[in-house]
């Protein structure tokens, strides 16, 4: 049971670059999200979404895509890296009233 | 709007001692959760304790226990004989039933040998 595991752990980007965060839970949850984690600003819920085919907007959501084609996977996409962009990323999914979190994967956009 | 404020940055404590970390929080609904998590330097989010509200006893896990005032709208940890490895940042989060969760902004707290 590997819970939820995201990719890459790092990546450092260019101004204007694109990509795709990796999500994926084996628990057969409904619920997934994606934070981002500043310093001083706890996290703060990007995207997330409810089943398979619904998703929505969180406090933070824009420069930022999801789609969630399978329970399973939560991509997030960048569309255009910014600095502001730079940040930690968590991932989670969640079932009752308890959240589990993907290791995490700390971006830095030059 | 849910909102959920700690209002200690950083806090450190001897080791073996005891420490307790401040959270509030403002929610109109009578149906959520509490939490404390835990994020040592590895960065994983390692849940700690959890409060339902409709219960009035106030939840422990080992060292960790919480003072749950409803009514204050207070959530505090307390770790009972710190240890080195309690060295981490800590986050306060709440849910209200069938919403998202809100996270406090972290207190940063050191064991100190």
């Known amino acids: ?110 | 709007a849910q909102t959920v404020t700690q209002s200690q940055p950083e806090m450190s404590v001897q080791e073996a001692e005891t420490v307790t970390l401040s959270c509030t929080y403002d929610t109109s609904e009578n149906n959520y959760y509490l939490f404390w998590y835990k994020q040592p330097p590895s960065r994983q989010m390692i849940l700690v304790i959890r409060q339902e509200a409709y219960k009035q006893q106030n939840a422990t896990e080992n060292r960790f226990s919480v003072n749950f005032q409803k009514a204050a709208k207070s959530f505090s940890l307390k770790i009972s004989d710190s240890q080195l490895g309690d060295t981490a940042m800590y986050f306060c989060a709440s849910i209200n039933y069938g919403q998202n969760f809100v996270f406090g902004p972290g207190t940063r707290l050191s064991v100190l040998p």
């Open chain 1, 1 to 110: 049971n590997a819970g939820v595991t995201q990719t890459p752990k790092f990546q450092v980007l260019k101004t204007g670059q694109s990509m795709t965060l990796q999500c994926a839970q084996d628990m057969n949850h409904e619920y997934m999200s994606w934070y981002r984690q500043d310093p001083g600003m706890g996290l703060r819920l990007i995207h997330y979404s409810v089943g398979a085919g619904i998703t929505d907007q969180g406090e933070v959501p824009n420069g930022y895509n999801v789609s969630r084609s399978t329970t399973e996977d939560f991509p997030l996409r960048l569309l255009s890296a910014a600095p502001s962009q730079t940040s930690v990323y968590f991932c989670a999914s969640r079932a009752l009233g308890e959240q589990y979190f993907g290791p995490g994967t700390r971006l830095t956009v030059t």
